[in-house]
């Protein structure tokens, strides 16, 4: 973790607020916790006093993280599951609300039998499940997920 990239806690929990996340100190502890290490522990720097410091970039988790809780009503827990096999590059349309919720079940009901999933990427095993999904996504597309994946694909930051 770069030193620059820590911000003070304080300005991780305003950052998060203007994504409309609003959580307390006391949830982000719990967030961190050795129970559910949803987000890595904030760090003092040397010399910097009583400040803890969290990595910026923690921001757009806690964003995945609040809306997996908050929007699908997914447990702490499960998505301590979830995020062991969902890569950052479906974060944008999970923040967005584009991913359907039975693409949430597939994932946290799967019995990942290891000859069938050994070797395989976390991309690929989430693809699979998203494929396996089909009905249900055409069901979601046609009642506006189509529309709200449009609009998270548009706003999607792009890497370089």
């Given at each position: 973790m770069e030193e620059?990239?820590?911000i003070p806690v304080a300005e991780f929990l305003a950052q998060a607020r203007r994504r409309g996340v609003n959580l307390s100190l006391r949830a982000l502890r719990l967030y961190y916790s050795p129970r559910y290490e949803l987000l890595d522990p904030p760090v003092f720097k040397k010399g910097g006093g009583h400040i803890a410091y969290m990595p910026q970039g923690d921001v757009d988790l806690l964003e995945v993280v609040f809306k997996l809780n908050r929007g699908y009503g997914i447990t702490l827990t499960q998505i301590k599951k979830l995020?062991?096999?969902v890569p950052d590059?479906?974060?944008?349309?999970?923040?967005?609300?584009?991913?359907p919720p039975v693409v949430f079940e597939k994932l946290l009901n799967?019995?990942?039998?290891?000859?069938?999933f050994s070797g395989m990427s976390k991309d690929k095993i989430t693809d699979a499940h998203i494929l396996a999904c089909g009905e249900?996504?055409?069901?979601?597309a046609k009642h506006g997920g189509a529309e709200l994946?449009?609009?998270a694909l548009n706003t999607?930051?792009?890497r370089g």
């Open positions: 620059q990239s820590l995020l062991d096999f590059k479906y974060y944008p349309l999970i923040k967005a609300g584009c991913i799967a019995k990942f039998d290891q000859k069938i249900s996504l055409i069901h979601w994946l449009g609009q999607a930051p792009t």
